[in-house]
C-alpha cells in the first residue's frame, strides 16, 4: 500500500500570501487529521476531517482552513501568511481504530 | 481541555546507557500510543497499550501504561546511536493529543 502522500515537500512564500497544501491519504483512510510541528511548541492539532465533514478543530485561527473530497483526499489553507506560521505540516491518516499514519510533510517559510 | 505532558524535554546519552521519557495525561485515557521521530523525518507509530497495567516490549524498548490508565513510559535499554529522535506519547480523545515529546541525543 502507497503511503500518506502530502504535496509539496517545501514551499516558499512571503507574508500575507496564502498557501495551500494536499494530502492524499493511504487508500481505504477515511479520517485525514493536519498537524502543525514547531521547534517550540510541537505537534499542534490543526483538525479532522472524516468523510468530507470536519470532525474536529484545534485551536487556530480562521485564517486555517480545510476541506477533504470524497476520495478523501484533503488539502489545508493558510491566508495571509504570517511570519509564525513558518512551520513543518503534517498530514496523517488512519481508519477508525489504527494508529496515526504520517506524511513527510510540507515545510513552509514564511519570509 | 486535555493536556498531555512529557518529561524530559532533551536527553543526552552515552551510547550504552538507559534512557526513559515519562508522559502524563490530566484525564484518563482510553488507550495510550507511542511515536517515534526521527531527525528530519516524521511521527511513525511504535505502540498501543490498552489496558491498566500493561508492559509491552520491542527488543530493547520496553512501553508501560499506568494503573491510573493517565501516564506512560517508555524505556530504552543500552542506547544505541539508531535510538536517535524525538519520542511521542499521544492519547485519543475528540482529537489526538499529543505529548510534548522527548528528544533522544546519543552520543557515541
Known amino acids: 500500500k502507497a503511503g500518506v502522500t502530502q504535496t509539496p515537500r517545501y514551499l516558499i512564500k512571503t507574508r500575507g500570501q496564502q498557501v495551500t497544501l494536499s494530502c492524499s491519504p493511504i487508500?481505504?483512510?477515511?479520517?485525514v487529521s493536519w498537524y502543525q510541528q514547531t521547534p517550540g511548541q510541537g505537534l499542534q492539532f490543526l483538525f479532522e476531517?472524516?468523510?468530507?465533514?470536519?470532525?474536529n478543530k484545534g485551536n487556530f485561527p480562521g485564517r486555517f482552513s480545510g476541506r477533504q473530497f470524497s476520495n478523501s483526499r484533503s488539502e489545508m489553507n493558510v491566508s495571509t501568511l504570517e511570519l509564525g506560521d513558518s512551520a513543518l505540516y503534517l498530514c496523517?491518516?488512519?481508519?477508525?481504530?489504527?494508529?496515526?499514519?504520517f506524511g513527510n510533510g510540507t515545510r513552509l517559510t514564511v519570509t | 481541555g486535555q493536556q498531555v505532558m512529557q518529561i524530559p524535554q532533551y536527553q543526552h546519552v552515552q551510547e550504552g546507557e538507559d534512557f526513559t521519557t515519562y508522559c502524563n495525561s490530566s484525564?484518563?485515557?482510553?488507550?495510550i500510543q507511542w511515536y517515534k521521530q526521527r531527525p528530519g523525518g516524521h511521527p511513525v507509530f511504535l505502540i498501543q497499550l490498552v489496558k491498566s497495567g500493561e508492559v509491552k516490549k520491542q527488543k530493547r524498548l520496553t512501553f508501560q501504561f499506568g494503573e491510573a490508565k493517565k501516564n506512560s513510559s517508555l524505556h530504552i535499554t543500552a542506547t544505541q546511536t539508531t535510538d536517535v529522535g524525538t519520542y511521542f506519547c499521544?492519547?485519543?480523545?475528540?482529537?489526538?493529543?499529543f505529548g510534548t515529546g522527548t528528544s533522544l541525543t546519543v552520543i557515541p
Open positions: 476531517y472524516f468523510s468530507e465533514t470536519q470532525r
Open positions: 484525564t484518563t485515557l482510553s488507550n
Open positions: 487508500s481505504g483512510h477515511r479520517s
Open positions: 496523517a491518516s488512519r481508519n477508525s481504530n489504527s494508529p496515526l499514519h
Open positions: 499521544a492519547g485519543p480523545g475528540n482529537q489526538f493529543y
